[in-house]
């Protein structure tokens, strides 16, 4: 009866080491380490998108056999010795057909881990476009030793830096509203404006702005593209008629004939009292 009972324990610690060996086999874990190169610490709280585009089967010799998973195979990609640009290729393919990707965080050292991992090449995604996408396989060969790793970790290169909140002032000072300041032919300085001289047949052509007049003697006429400002007008066009150099000469005209009436019947008044 004992030695029964040790046989069936004998067993089963056989089938249950070639069930971890079995497991193991099949499933390794994925790490993408983010270290910032600005300062050299790790990166927190970003959100990265792990896409499966490929498979894995371990053959006799213990090296994993790769194939490339739909749609990219469909797409003309393949996971077997991938050009440079294959990663950025296969982002594209990935948004186009919505493939579906798991979603994993860094923590606080800067580890976003997939544990376990089903063997096969995945696409490393950032959501916020941290780094640029790339290609990992589980497991991996990184010496070309032919010793495949089946923890393997990632750790793309970025530049980051944490952003600061700068601290409000103690007393702020108000904002000042700076005073509008006047140019030529009576224009706010807010205002765009074009300047063109008038040219020999009457008609405007385009010039440029210049403080110091025309050295030709010719008037600057200003136009203003925000709509404000007497708009081809000279700067006597432009003076207000107060009536001041109008209205004497025909006062003055009204008031001799006045006296010259008064005039005439005193004149006349006199020469009657004469003659009696």
Do not use: A, R
């Given at each position: 009866m004992k030695?029964?009972?040790k046989i069936i324990l004998a067993v089963l610690l056989v089938m249950?080491?070639?069930f971890i060996a079995a497991f193991a086999a099949d499933?390794?874990?994925?790490t993408v380490k983010l270290i910032s190169r600005t300062d050299e610490k790790p990166v927190a709280g970003k959100a990265l998108k792990i896409y499966k585009v490929g498979s894995a089967e371990v053959g006799t010799d213990n090296a994993p056999l790769f194939s490339t998973d739909e749609p990219y195979k469909s797409a003309g990609l393949?996971?077997?010795n991938p050009k440079e640009d294959a990663a950025s290729k296969f982002a594209e393919t990935a948004k186009t057909n919505s493939a579906s990707a798991q979603t994993v965080t860094s923590d606080s050292n800067g580890k976003a881990v997939v544990n376990p991992c089903e063997l096969g090449v995945y696409l490393?995604?950032?959501q916020d476009n941290l780094f640029e996408p790339f290609l990992v396989s589980v497991p991996v060969d990184a010496q070309n030793s032919g010793e495949w790793d089946y923890s393997v970790t990632a750790e793309p290169k970025f530049d980051y830096e944490e952003p600061t909140n700068p601290e409000p002032p103690t007393n702020p000072e108000p904002p000042t509203t700076p005073e509008p300041t006047t140019g030529p032919g009576g224009f706010s300085g807010g205002g765009i404006?074009?300047?063109?001289p008038p040219s020999p047949g009457g008609n405007n052509d385009g010039g440029s702005f210049s403080t110091g007049g025309s050295p030709s003697g010719n008037v600057y006429h200003a136009t203003s593209r925000?709509?404000?400002?007497?708009?081809?007008?000279?700067?006597?066009?432009?003076l207000p008629q107060t009536g001041m150099?109008?209205?004497?000469i025909p006062i003055l005209g009204f008031g001799g004939v006045i006296l010259f009436a008064a005039g005439y019947l005193i004149y006349g008044r006199n020469k009657k009292k004469e003659t009696e």
């Open positions: 030695k029964t009972v249950q080491v070639l499933s390794g874990s994925l393949t996971v077997i490393v995604c950032s404006i074009t300047v063109n925000s709509g404000e400002g007497d708009s081809g007008k000279t700067d006597s066009e432009k150099l109008q209205y004497p």
